[in-house]
């Protein structure tokens, strides 16, 4: 039961979370010109096309098993630069669909519990899986927004960087594995999960209706 209940408490939302991440970034695509995404089947919720077997199932679910905190990633969005109109414009919205996505998640999923507390609703299990619910997609967007690539963040940044500073940045792509792995082992990753953290906390700390 208890395995059970943390698939749903803490999968269920984060898969739904990594689905809506890509599938912004496959409409956003569209939006700037490109139909590769959607001609790849990937402007789509479906979670089967978006998984990527190690950080959207094993990762995950190992994670449900071991007690460790759950997080993932989905398959990366194609999408054909040469299309584009406005290259570097156009890649910069594309990239920032995705957290951007999360953010909207996030409050959406806020505004849903203010609405649930204010109708004097107070189940424990709905209001900790909205808590858990807005925490996932603020980790995410905050994660994805760091600036290296292959994340979300390096492409965000490389908008406002000389060409010479965007070259150093594709260069040190082989060397981004090893940072994010340090980032989890030497602790750096509480500089993200920390501002998730307090930002759940102050989107959910709603005062109680007067009645």
């Given at each position: 039961?208890?395995?059970?209940?943390?698939?749903?408490?803490?999968?269920?939302?984060?898969?739904?979370?990594?689905?809506?991440?890509?599938?912004?970034?496959?409409?956003?695509?569209?939006?700037?010109?490109d139909l590769?995404?959607?001609?790849?089947?990937?402007?789509?919720?479906?979670?089967?096309?978006?998984?990527?077997?190690v950080g959207?199932?094993?990762?995950?679910?190992?994670?449900?098993?071991?007690?460790?905190?759950?997080?993932?990633?989905?398959?990366?969005?194609?999408?054909?630069?040469?299309?584009?109109?406005?290259?570097?414009?156009?890649?910069?919205?594309?990239?920032?669909?995705?957290?951007?996505s999360n953010?909207?998640?996030?409050?959406?999923?806020?505004?849903?519990?203010?609405?649930?507390?204010?109708?004097?609703?107070?189940?424990?299990?709905?209001?900790?899986?909205?808590?858990?619910?807005?925490?996932?997609?603020?980790?995410?967007?905050?994660?994805?927004?760091?600036?290296?690539?292959?994340?979300?963040?390096?492409?965000?940044?490389?908008?406002?960087?000389?060409?010479?500073?965007?070259?150093?940045?594709?260069?040190?792509?082989?060397?981004?594995?090893?940072?994010?792995?340090?980032?989890?082992?030497?602790?750096?990753?509480?500089?993200?999960?920390?501002?998730?953290?307090?930002?759940?906390?102050?989107?959910?700390?709603?005062?109680?209706?007067?009645?």
């Amino acid at each position: 039961m208890e395995l059970i209940y943390k698939f749903f408490m803490f999968y269920v939302p984060l898969l739904f979370s990594l689905c809506v991440h890509e599938f912004a970034h496959a409409w956003m695509a569209k939006q700037k010109g490109d139909l590769t995404a959607e001609m790849e089947g990937r402007l789509s919720l479906n979670p089967v096309v978006h998984m990527d077997i190690v950080g959207t199932l094993f990762l995950p679910l190992m994670a449900i098993f071991t007690g460790l905190p759950v997080f993932g990633w989905a398959k990366p969005v194609p999408f054909n630069e040469s299309v584009l109109k406005n290259p570097k414009q156009d890649v910069f919205w594309i990239a920032l669909a995705g957290p951007l996505s999360n953010f909207l998640l996030a409050f959406l999923g806020a505004f849903v519990l203010l609405v649930y507390r204010l109708l004097s609703f107070s189940d424990i299990s709905i209001l900790q899986w909205g808590e858990v619910f807005i925490y996932i997609n603020l980790l995410l967007g905050f994660f994805n927004l760091i600036p290296l690539h292959p994340l979300d963040g390096g492409k965000v940044i490389a908008r406002f960087l000389s060409a010479r500073w965007n070259q150093w940045l594709e260069d040190t792509q082989r060397y981004s594995t090893f940072i994010l792995i340090g980032l989890f082992v030497f602790g750096g990753f509480h500089y993200i999960a920390f501002p998730a953290y307090v930002l759940t906390k102050v989107l959910t700390s709603f005062p109680s209706p007067a009645f």
